[in-house]
């Protein structure tokens, strides 16, 4: 190895895949981590190494986004590539998997070359492309799959579209499998809720909205995961939000199926209450579920069923948010916030902490197959250090992304990143930033 040499110092380093939590330190060359552990420069710094101190503050991976939308091209009033990338930095994320949905789909290619360098050349973190898995997102003409692969596509989505055609789905768990491809699933049968806006029951009726009910999620989960068992592919769940839907995944994962599946932060963090009044922060995909479906979701990540966390990171601009609640768009932020919430699982003792970290670090590494979310010798100098307890609130103004759609504005939280390194160079340092 050659290249600069750091040696971080007085860490508590928690590595998520191999159990890892110790005081020691690290060192990175160049690119990558060279070593690590409790005493490592017990005798001294060798020379032409530049010390960092981390006061004591947890070291871990660099956090990895697994969903999320940029508005380039095609809407970049919304967010571009330079400006997520600061925000994926000031949250601790050093990687992030993006979704096809825009302006044109990325669906051929050359989109899938053109996106990775667009992303290369304005973010400051690694980016993982997504490809379409059907032409146009429209659910009918699988895309070339084994070429995307060539090109850089980390997996295959229609993003916020599921595949509703049953024959197509068994076509692109079998393609895909060929290329050792996973399918991610965004499962929501739209024809149980041609109109919803938000979770259906007894608050949703009191509003007059029409609601997305539980049921058109784990539909199209069982019907998924039958053509997981009927084809052998790798499917992974992208969002799933109800108790009934991640009971599904928990039996299929027991009979050995190759599936994952992933949650949202909003989907643990809230519950439909806090569409309150109409409150379009609060409108989200999936939406809001009941808060015994939020204990699922909480119940799901403990026990394994579910195996990491994404933001589901959706910038809309101001004036696609002041609309009524029918009508405003949906989705919202959430690369700066994705850790803090996060931590909230560790501070309620709903999560132990090397498990809520494993769900933005090592477990979405190994559902894509990248080599980022670990502390070992030779792995990425990816790191996040994190101070663990200090309490803070959710600056909705103060957020790096173009838009400013979180409905977690002025939230107390405990934790935050200090220190963002990625490809062994610092992005981000708090206070600094």
Do not use: W
């Not at 956090?63 to 095609?74: K, M, N, Q, S, T």
């Not at 803070?392 to 939230?411: A, C, M, Q």
Request: glycine share 10%; hydrophobic share 40%.
């Amino acid at each position: 190895m050659s290249g600069r040499r750091i040696a971080y110092l007085n860490a508590r380093l928690i590595d998520p895949e191999s159990g890892r939590d110790e005081t020691g330190a690290l060192l990175t060359e160049g690119e990558t981590i060279a070593d690590l552990g409790p005493g490592l420069f017990d005798d001294g710094l060798p020379d032409g190494v530049f010390p960092i101190d981390c006061g004591g503050r947890i070291l871990a991976p660099g956090l990895i986004d697994a969903r999320v939308f940029v508005g380039e091209p095609g809407s970049e009033h919304r967010e571009t590539f330079a400006s997520a990338g600061k925000a994926a930095a000031a949250g601790g994320v050093t990687t992030m998997l993006t979704m096809p949905n825009t302006d044109p789909v990325i669906d051929d290619v050359a989109l899938v070359e053109y996106m990775a360098r667009l992303a290369r050349d304005s973010a400051r973190v690694r980016v993982h492309p997504m490809a379409a898995l059907t032409k146009g997102v429209a659910g009918r003409e699988m895309t070339e799959f084994g070429l995307l692969a060539e090109a850089g596509a980390v997996a295959l989505t229609d993003g916020v579209r599921a595949i509703t055609d049953s024959r197509v789905m068994r076509r692109c768990l079998s393609y895909a499998d060929t290329f050792d491809l996973v399918v991610c699933q965004y499962p929501e049968d739209p024809s149980l809720a041609p109109d919803g806006v938000m979770n259906e029951g007894e608050l949703c009726m009191r509003l007059g909205l029409a609601g997305i009910p539980c049921q058109a999620e784990t539909i199209m989960v069982e019907r998924d995961l039958r053509l997981v068992a009927l084809t052998g592919g790798r499917y992974h769940a992208a969002a799933l939000s109800t108790a009934e839907a991640i009971d599904a995944v928990r039996e299929a994962k027991a009979a050995g199926l190759r599936v994952s599946a992933g949650a949202l932060v909003h989907s643990f963090a809230l519950n439909e209450t806090a569409v309150g009044s109409y409150r379009t922060f609060a409108k989200t995909a999936p939406p809001l579920r009941a808060e015994a479906d939020r204990r699922a979701v909480v119940a799901g990540l403990a026990d394994g069923t579910l195996d990491l966390i994404a933001s589901g990171h959706d910038p809309q601009d101001v004036e696609s948010k002041r609309l009524p609640f029918a009508q405003a768009a949906t989705g919202i932020i959430g690369l700066e916030t994705l850790l803090p919430l996060t931590l909230e699982l560790y501070h309620n003792g709903e999560l132990p902490l090397a498990r809520a970290l494993g769900c933005l670090t090592s477990r979405p590494a190994a559902v894509f197959g990248l080599p980022q979310g670990r502390l070992a010798p030779g792995a990425p100098a990816d790191l996040a250090e994190i101070d663990l307890d200090v309490p803070h609130r959710i600056d909705e103004d103060g957020l790096r992304s173009k838009s400013k759609n979180t409905p977690f504005g002025d939230r107390p939280v405990q934790g935050r990143v200090t220190r963002t390194v990625v490809a062994g160079e610092t992005v981000f340092r708090h206070g600094r930033d």
